[in-house]
């Protein structure tokens, strides 16, 4: 569903990315570990169309389509999810509010019905019980004042009641408490199906023993170093990143 | 007003134009342009107003020759002609043959507004063949203020009927030496509206002008007066989400609102007059005085106004807190877009024991358009435990446009207390990527972040006047991206 190829990208003229490829299949979850300033999450705000973030080479296909052609927006309707490693506050517009304008925009997107208040309200209750949500969270502003943990949950709560075809989420599992980390795992595994696939950016194997990968891939310096399975991760648990830098160069 | 009866008094109207001398140069339908006592003694006695109203405005317009009009730092306009202006205007507008000749981006919008197609040529200014079906509704409505005891009117028919509450009342809180436009409305108002609400009554329902019998079209200087006698409430709406276009330019509507012991008046106005094209070309100039006086104790005024429209606005919605522990509260968006000037603000002059202000507004300049807060709080000797707070948030889209904060802060006594926050912030990049990574498109996201950073004051408005002013917000900020 997702396939990139050698992809190069900048900010500010400073290049970033020097060159990724990666092939997401459906059902399929991939972990990508790395040290601090690797790269993680310019390739996530790329793949989801940020505007600072320039692609300047390579491509990336899809659901079949030219990814970098579309308009972020346009990305969410074709079911790319981010799960953003800082959730970002929007004062004065209720968590709710929005998930329902999201929802109705990514149904209008895909020449579908909107779906009506009834059915939404069930929608919410029901992916509220998964990751724990609190009723008072829905009605407050979108993240703003949220604890760091409930920022994250919010994160989770929003893939599943938007439930897209790919889930790229950002160390969804940094500043969650042991019980949280759990729910969040859950709420991921509740999501994971036969026909989508999930990236999980993260610097913990811990996550990993809750969701479990089909494949793990080391980024360094804006590129893929190392593929392997789920024991590439225990490797790094063990050895920290040197190793490999030093096998690199 | 029926078809038939605004033809009567058309008619009436031309003929009585002769009557008083009019000289050839008018066309049938129009008035003679300029300004003179006998314009002034011509208004009244069309109006078949009392002397004492005469005298009102005749005072005003000798006061108003001694002016020099006044030029303000941050609003910009080509001098005004006073003798270019007809003074009072046909009872039928200009009329367009058909919406093909309107423009049509104000059609466009009419259209996103969901306005049922003859309401359309209302508010466009076109010739309507179908009658409203609403004089129904109106009349029930009439008919349940009557019964509460509450007076809801046009201001001609309460010079006729209720002369002695006019009397009472207007100009006792601007006064026509208030200020040059003030003056000049004082010496040529048109109509407006009257309300009175007697001791210890709650006013039924919201009133809006929408359902005064008889509601001419806005008028170009239109006269507000409220009162609210002790123990009383009243919440007044005015104007309307739509855009109205007018042939007038310049607008100068005054409002007086009065509250006795323990009173409470909630005024409500959404404004939006036409911009102007995207040049900036075309557009109404809104010079507006609103004051209102909390003279009982405990009473309140409450001023709520969502300002979308016109290419210039100025206007400063105002309480006077005379009663001991009275309240003013003046809660604003103003936003604009293109080449629209605005300056708009608040004065919370406190003169009673333990009287409070708040004050919160909010700026949104987009395209190269110009915005300022303008606030005055005054606290006199005499207000003691005096207290304001004041909010004021500007937000900017884009970088050509101008966002500017003035409060002036003007105490004198030594246990008042005045709090004051401003923040100005541009619409976060990473805000709208946040949402639009949800699957919400660039314009949507835009309309979402503005309407949440009014929520406070959107949150003021009654329900349904609130749904149209967000509405109205998203479709005032179209085009304003990229
Ligand atoms: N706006 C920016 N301006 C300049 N440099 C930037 C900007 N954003 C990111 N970078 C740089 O790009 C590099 C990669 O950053 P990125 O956030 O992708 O790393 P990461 O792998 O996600 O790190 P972490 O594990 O700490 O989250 C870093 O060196 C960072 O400083
Ligand atoms: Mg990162």
Known sequence: MLSIRNLKAAIEDKEILKGISLEVKPGEVHAIMGPNGSGKSTLAQVLAGHPFYEATEGDIEFQGKDLLDLDPNERAGEGLFLGFQYPVEIPGVSNTYFLRNAL????????????????????????????????????????????????????????????????ILDETDSGLDIDALKVVSDGVNNFRNEENGVVLVTHY?????YIQPDFVHVLMEGKIVRSGGKELALELEERGYDWLREEVN | MSEESTLADLQEYTDTDYKWGFTTDIEQD???????????????????????????????????????????????????????????????????????????????????????????????????????????????????????????????????DHPELIKKYLGKVVPYKDNYFATLNSAVFTDGSFVYIPKGVRCPMELSTYFRINAAGTGQFERTLIVAEDDS????????????????????????LIAFDRAEIKYSTVQN??????????????????????????????????????????????????????????????????????????????????????????GISAGRSDNSYRGLVRATKGA???????????????????????????????????????????????????????????????????????????????????????????????????
Request: with cysteine.
């Open chain 1, 104 to 167: 109705n925009a990514i149904l209008e997107y895909r020449e579908e019905e909107p779906m009506d208040a009834l059915t939404f309200k069930k929608l919410l209750k029901e992916k509220m019980e998964v990751v724990g949500m609190k009723d008072e969270l829905l009605k407050r502003p979108v993240n703003t004042g949220f604890s760091g943990g409930e920022k994250k949950r919010n994160e989770i709560f929003q893939l599943l009641v938007l439930n897209p075809k790919l889930a």
């Open chain 1, 205 to 209: 194997q811990r996550l990993l023993n």
């Open chain 2, 30 to 160: 129009t008035v003679a342009k300029g300004l003179n006592e006998d314009v002034i003694r011509f208004i009244s006695k069309k109006k078949n107003e009392p002397e004492f109203l005469l005298d009102f405005r005749l005072e005003a317009f000798r006061y108003w020759q001694t002016l020099e009009e006044p030029e303000w730092a941050k609003v910009h306009y080509p001098k005004i002609d006073y003798q270019d202006i007809s003074y009072y205007s046909e009872p039928k507008k200009k009329e367009l043959k058909s919406l093909d000749e309107v423009d049509p981006e104000l059609l466009e919008t009419y259209n996103k507004l969901g306005i049922p197609l003859e309401e359309q040529k209302m508010l466009a200014g076109v010739a309507v063949d179908a009658v409203f079906d609403s004089v129904s509704i109106k009349t029930t409505f009439q008919e349940q203020l009557k019964d509460a005891g509450v007076i809801f009117c046009s201001f001609s028919e309460a010079a006729h």
């Open chain 2, 233 to 256: 409430y009243v919440s007044y709406l005015e104007g309307c989400t739509a855009p109205q276009r007018d042939e007038n330019q310049l607008h100068a509507a005054v409002v007086e």
């Open chain 2, 273 to 362: 007059w036409y911009p102007g094209d995207k040049e900036g070309k075309g557009g109404i100039y809104n010079f507006v005085t609103k004051r209102g006086r909390c003279d009982g104790e405990s009473s309140k005024i409450s001023w709520t106004q969502v300002e979308t429209g016109s290419a210039i606005t100025w206007k400063y919605p105002s309480c006077i807190l005379r009663g001991d522990n009275s309240v003013g509260e003046f809660y604003s968006v103003a936003m604009t877009n293109n080449f629209q000037q605005a300056d708009t603000g608040t004065k919370m002059v406190h003169i009673g024991k333990n009287t409070k202000s708040t004050i919160i507004s909010k």
């Open chain 2, 384 to 482: 003691s435990g005096a207290r304001n707070y004041s909010q004021c948030d500007s937000l900017l889209i884009g970088d050509q446009c101008g966002a500017h904060t003035f409060p002036y802060i003007d105490v004198h006594n030594t246990s008042t207390s005045v709090e004051h926050e401003a923040t100005t912030s541009k619409i976060s990049e990473d805000q709208l990527f946040y949402l639009q990574q949800r699957g919400i498109d660039e314009e949507d996201a835009i309309s979402m972040v503005v309407n949440g950073f009014c929520k406070e004051v959107l949150n003021e408005l009654p329900m349904e006047f609130a749904v149209e002013a967000r509405k109205l917000l998203a479709i005032s900020l179209e085009g304003s991206v990229g």
